[in-house]
């Protein structure tokens, strides 16, 4: 990682959605996972890689994009929590086969495994907090 890069001040702009935890972490693993995915077989690059670099993400697109509509409504923010946790979870599927067709190892799935699993459980934690109180 290079030396220049550091987390935005406020003052250069840095939005709500960089300072909460669960974005940092599944953008943390999301670049772990899309790094590593970069050397699955050329078969695997627009399959198995492919997708596990796109729910990576959708992790984080979803938590940045529901944040962003929680202004106007925390429904809206609530809707793009669930479909974080969805891509959270798929994630844990597509780990599973990246270990069992040894693209990637025991510990560094196990890592990854429970990175997601602690991202479920604080975008669980997330949404209930964010709920309207009529839902709740």
Same mark, same amino acid.
């Given at each position: 990682?290079?030396? %220049?890069?550091?987390? &935005?001040? =406020?003052?250069?702009?840095?939005?709500?959605?960089?300072?909460?935890?669960?974005?940092?972490? =599944?953008?943390?693993?999301? #670049?772990?996972?899309?790094?590593?995915?970069?050397?699955? &077989? %050329?078969?695997?690059?627009?399959?198995?890689? *492919?997708?596990?670099?796109?729910?990576?993400?959708?992790?984080?697109?979803?938590? =940045?994009?529901?944040?962003?509509?929680?202004?106007?409504?925390? =429904?809206?923010?609530?809707?793009? #929590?669930?479909?974080?946790?969805?891509?959270?979870?798929?994630?844990?599927?597509?780990?599973?086969?990246? #270990? *069992?067709? %040894?693209?990637? *190892?025991? &510990?560094?799935?196990?890592?990854?495994? *429970?990175?997601?699993?602690?991202?479920?459980?604080? #975008?669980?934690?997330?949404?209930?907090?964010?709920? &309207?109180?009529? %839902?709740?």
């Amino acid at each position: 990682m290079s030396e %220049d890069r550091r987390e &935005p001040r =406020a003052s250069e702009g840095a939005i709500g959605f960089e300072r909460l935890e669960v974005f940092k972490r =599944a953008y943390r693993v999301s #670049l772990e996972v899309h790094r590593a995915s970069l050397t699955f &077989p %050329d078969i695997e690059q627009r399959v198995l890689a *492919d997708q596990i670099r796109r729910a990576s993400k959708s992790v984080c697109g979803n938590i =940045a994009e529901g944040f962003a509509k929680q202004a106007y409504s925390k =429904a809206e923010f609530g809707r793009y #929590l669930l479909m974080a946790l969805g891509s959270a979870e798929e994630m844990r599927v597509w780990l599973r086969y990246c #270990l *069992d067709l %040894d693209y990637v *190892d025991e &510990p560094t799935w196990r890592r990854w495994r *429970d990175e997601y699993q602690e991202i479920v459980k604080m #975008l669980h934690g997330l949404r209930r907090k964010s709920r &309207p109180k009529s %839902d709740i």
